[in-house]
């Protein structure tokens, strides 16, 4: 694998990891109810899909084997460009709901580049 293509892959673990550290414990209400906490998920999110849309330029059969990886993309710029319509029960469920699918796909992917 690609130099480039690893960095982005552990760009895109690292924030997975902090996104599931920054939430640990936490709830719906808990989330919505704190701006900071919002704040550093969301940044989390657009490091992830950044590192993700750099993947795709320089390794499009890597970012290929990523579950959804152009909706992560576009959610990122979402995150960015429509940033004053981003609703936290959205963020909430893709949170809840993805973020370990990301995490473990990244992890096989890194796992085969160490052999």
Do not use: N
């Not at 997975?16 to 808990?30: N, P, Q």
């Not at 890597?62 to 963020?91: C, P, Q």
């Amino acid at each position: 694998m690609p130099r480039e293509s690893a960095k982005c892959l552990h760009d895109i673990l690292q924030a997975a990891d902090r996104i599931l550290t920054f939430t640990a414990g936490c709830d719906l209400g808990r989330y919505s109810s704190d701006e900071m906490l919002q704040s550093a998920v969301e940044r989390q999110f657009e490091i992830a899909g950044e590192a993700l849309a750099q993947l795709v330029r320089h390794d499009p059969a890597t970012a290929a084997r990523i579950t959804d990886h152009l909706r992560i993309i576009s959610f990122r710029s979402i995150l960015i460009h429509g940033y004053a319509e981003v609703d936290s029960r959205v963020v909430w469920d893709i949170l809840s709901t993805k973020v370990d699918t990301l995490r473990a796909e990244v992890q096989r992917l890194l796992g085969e580049s160490d052999r």
